[in-house]
């Protein structure tokens, strides 16, 4: 099972990013500091580093630069508010792997841990290819068939699909199904889950995603 380090000081968004990843398969570790992502990071238990720039007692640039310098080739992830151009730029160049600007979707960054790690040799943890009852995912490619039929999935549709297979028969509350595909800046009033459960199972048939009452939806 791969193993993720997510260097990130805001308790909040760690323990979004952490709790997707497990629910993905994927085992982790946080780190609050700069200090304590590097010690661990340098240990070579983990698979990928999660980083964030603004790190306490040492910025995520100095991290990598370190990281680097010990002649570690683990795939970086660089996730930060800090949008700007100049930074995008310092992270790459310092041998970031990726840069994903704050605030984000969890299946965005979900499809670039799986790419890196793909590309780095490392054994995805999960499928390229989900199936259920006839529906089948391709993570990869992010095409969904019906019995091989193909089926026209926005990439938000895709994502709520992807949460459904993956714990097909579990229920999944709203809240759960936002923090997952919508991110962790989401507005818990919101009725988006209520309407793309719908766009579903319009294309996917509706007798597919059952409603719990008081309590979610699950992939039957």
């Known amino acids: 099972m791969a193993s993720i ?13 952490e709790k997707g990843l497990k629910s993905s398969g994927y085992t982790t570790r946080v780190a609050t500091t700069g200090p304590e992502a590097l010690d661990l990071a340098l240990t070579d238990e983990f698979d990928l580093l999660v980083l964030d720039i603004g790190l306490p007692g040492m910025d ?29 730029v310092a992270g790459l160049e310092g041998g970031a792997d990726d840069y994903m ?15 890196r790690m793909a590309s780095h040799g490392s054994s995805p943890s999960a499928a390229t290819e989900l199936t259920h009852q006839g529906l089948a995912l391709d993570i990869r490619t992010r095409r969904a068939t019906i019995d091989g039929r193909g089926i026209d999935l926005s990439g938000r549709e895709f994502a709520l699909a992807e949460e459904l297979v993956r714990h097909a028969g579990q229920v999944l509350s709203r809240e759960q199904l936002l923090s997952r595909v919508w991110g962790y800046d989401f507005d818990p009033g919101s009725n988006v889950v209520d309407v793309y459960i719908r766009y579903l199972r319009n294309k996917l048939g509706a007798e597919r995603i059952e409603t719990v009452r008081g309590m979610g939806y699950r992939l039957v």
């Open 60 to 88: 995520g640039f100095e991290v990598l630069s370190q990281l680097r310098g010990s002649g570690s080739s683990m795939p970086v992830i660089i996730l930060t508010a800090r949008a700007g151009g100049a930074d995008t």
């Open 5 to 17: 380090l997510i260097a990130e000081d805001e308790a909040r968004i760690a323990s979004f990013v």
């Open 101 to 115: 600007a704050k605030p984000f979707r969890f299946d965005e960054l979900l499809a670039r841990v799986r790419l």
